[in-house]
């Protein structure tokens, strides 16, 4: 995936007649996809409904979920698409939110609170240390806290892991389409500028990140930076270089006329067969909400 690229248009014009609904030497409607072109509709759906559902599920479904979702990585050509500097970003966050769930968890049941120091018992009791705990927690509260910031941890995983297999299996400007067709009943003809907005969205993101990545390598090679120093300079490296591409992508976007609402038309074929899986993946995710706990 090329960051530094503009939006993709979803067929080129001189396809020999792959596209739906263009006879060979004609080109293709601006929404139009190849007929073998995953349905991004099908994505959307199947992320929104297991997005949810991971934070209903319960441990056996969780691992049903990361399996399948490891296995879509490992057999398919999204595995050759992540990054490292992806993966440790993510890492780092899930682990900041494992401990902090851990340390709420350990703080959480009520206890008697602690006469203040110098008034046992007397009528000025209840001051500043009265709701502080000096106790360590016990092995139950532990095993508790341990349980219950571990499956924060891998519902935190799982929701990023959906969240790269849709950003990296089909492309913004799919994924723009796709949210016109399922906004238009909603908003009607100005269902487009949503939908650019996310595509755009979808696609500063990894430039994002990659530039965040780059910035700090060159900031590490030129010698150590005080953290202080650092926290600031990185930031506005990051903003100032964005917001020169920015002003590329925008030019991108007027040249190739994706700012009129013509060019956000959705063309769907119907494929059956893949609706009807993706229907019973939902009702597969919906139906392991019953597992036991």
């Given at each position: 995936m090329q960051h530094n690229a503009p939006l993709p248009t979803s067929a080129p014009s001189s396809a020999p007649g792959p596209a739906t609904g263009s006879l060979p030497g004609q080109a293709p409607s601006p929404g139009a996809l190849h007929r073998d072109a995953p349905d991004p509709r099908l994505h959307l759906l199947l992320a929104g409904c297991y997005g949810v559902l991971v934070w209903h599920l319960p441990p056996l479904g969780l691992a049903v979920v990361a399996a399948g979702l490891?296995?879509?990585f490992a057999a398919s050509p999204l595995r050759r698409r992540l990054r490292p500097g992806m993966l440790r970003g993510h890492a780092w966050f899930v682990l900041v939110w494992v401990v902090l769930r851990f340390a709420l968890a350990c703080l959480g049941p009520a206890a008697e609170p602690v006469s203040a120091i110098g008034n046992e018992g007397g009528a000025g009791a209840g001051g500043v240390f009265d709701g502080l705990r000096f106790a360590w927690p016990d092995g139950p509260l532990l095993a508790h806290a341990a349980r219950?910031?571990?499956?924060?941890?891998?519902?935190?995983?799982?929701?990023?892991?959906?969240?790269?297999?849709?950003?990296?299996?089909?492309?913004?400007?799919?994924?723009?389409?796709?949210?016109?067709?399922?906004?238009?009943?909603?908003?009607?003809?100005?269902?487009?500028?949503?939908?650019?907005?996310?595509?755009?969205?979808?696609?500063?993101?990894?430039?994002?990140?990659?530039?965040?990545?780059?910035?700090?390598?060159?900031?590490?090679?030129?010698?150590?930076?005080?953290?202080?120093?650092?926290a600031v300079l990185l930031p506005a490296a990051v903003l100032r270089i964005l917001g020169q591409r920015t002003w590329t992508q925008t030019v991108a976007v007027a040249a190739r006329g994706l700012d009129r609402p013509e060019a956000w038309?959705?063309?769907?074929?119907?494929?059956?067969?893949?609706?009807?899986?993706a229907l019973l993946l939902v009702g597969l995710g919906v139906g392991m909400t019953f597992l036991p706990g």
């Open positions: 490891a296995g879509l219950e910031s571990a499956l924060l941890g891998v519902r935190l995983a799982l929701l990023i892991g959906i969240g790269l297999a849709l950003a990296l299996a089909a492309s913004p400007r799919a994924l723009g389409l796709a949210l016109v067709w399922l906004l238009r009943p909603v908003l009607g003809a100005r269902a487009w500028q949503p939908a650019l907005g996310v595509a755009l969205m979808v696609h500063f993101l990894p430039m994002a990140q990659g530039t965040f990545t780059q910035i700090s390598r060159a900031a590490d090679l030129r010698g150590p930076l005080p953290l202080r120093r650092r038309r959705p063309d769907f074929p119907f494929r059956p067969a893949r609706w009807a899986m």
